[in-house]
T-cell receptor
Framework: GQSLEQPSEVTAVEGAIVQINCTYQ??????LSWYQQHDGGAPTFLSY????GLEETGRFSSFLSRSDSYGYLLLQELQMKDSASYFC???????????FGTGTRLLVSP | GAGVSQTPSNKVTEKGKYVELRCDPI?????LYWYRQSLGQGPEFLIY????????DSGLPNDRFFAVRPEGSVSTLKIQRTERGDSAVYLC??????????????FGPGTRLTVL
């Protein structure tokens, strides 16, 4: 089956750096993407990795190692507004069908 | 431009009733997706349309669930004989589709369905 596991909760302070891990057990995933979701809000796209390595988008970076079935999202210079849930999602070719992970709730404190 | 819209935002119904949930995708997006999200969990894929046809409906839990997209734009998710276990937020997303390396999915605000 397809499953993506994430830590349930991560806490950090403003200005810090935090890493949210995602390990997956599946076949057929073309790559990994990351979504942010504030309470009561819609998921919004952050980043994706179709190839191994690091992708950087402003304060957010994402990493993928397909041989290890592992990826992570790195958030730098944390701000209070980054408090939200973060989901990794495995995608088939073209990321047409996403399988979402269990989600990580990030709490940023002053 | 306008994002993905979903109506109604909230729907309360009684067990056994029929409900319809509507999704208006971003103009020009050929791909449309339905997900279901229970509290504290990630979205769960239900069905994906490319144009008017359902390209993948493997996530529909049973034959009480059905979705249509007759003109390749607006989609309706239909649930017959609702059960309390159907209570969740139903999310719709759309993307450009086609042969791109990556198709970012843009999500709507969701419809919160409560079955009493």
């Amino acid at each position: 089956g397809q499953s993506l596991e994430q830590p349930s909760e991560v806490t950090a302070v403003e200005g810090a750096i935090v890493q949210i891990n995602c390990t997956y057990q599946t076949s057929g995933f073309y790559g990994l993407s990351w979504y942010q979701q504030h309470d009561g809000g819609a998921p919004t796209f952050l980043s994706y990795n179709a190839l191994d390595g690091l992708e950087e988008t402003g304060r957010f970076s994402s990493f993928l190692s397909r041989s290890d079935s592992y990826g992570y999202l790195l958030l730098q210079e944390l701000q209070m507004k980054d408090s939200a849930s973060y989901f990794c999602a495995g995608g088939d070719t073209g990321f047409q069908k996403l399988v979402f992970g269990t989600g990580t709730r990030l709490l940023v404190s002053p | 431009g306008a994002g993905v819209s979903q109506t109604p935002s909230n729907k309360v119904t009684e067990k056994g009733k029929y409900v319809e949930l509507r999704c208006d995708p971003i103009s020009g997006h050929t791909a449309l997706y339905w997900y279901r999200q229970s509290l504290g969990q990630g979205p769960e894929f239900l069905i994906y349309f490319q144009g008017t046809g359902a390209a993948d409906d493997s996530g529909l839990p049973n034959d009480r669930f059905f979705a249509v997209r007759p003109e390749g734009s607006v989609s309706t998710l239909k649930i017959q004989r609702t059960e309390r276990g159907d209570s969740a937020v139903y999310l719709c997303a759309s993307s450009f589709g086609g042969a791109y390396l990556y198709n970012e999915q843009f999500f709507g605000p969701g419809t919160r369905l409560t079955v009493l």
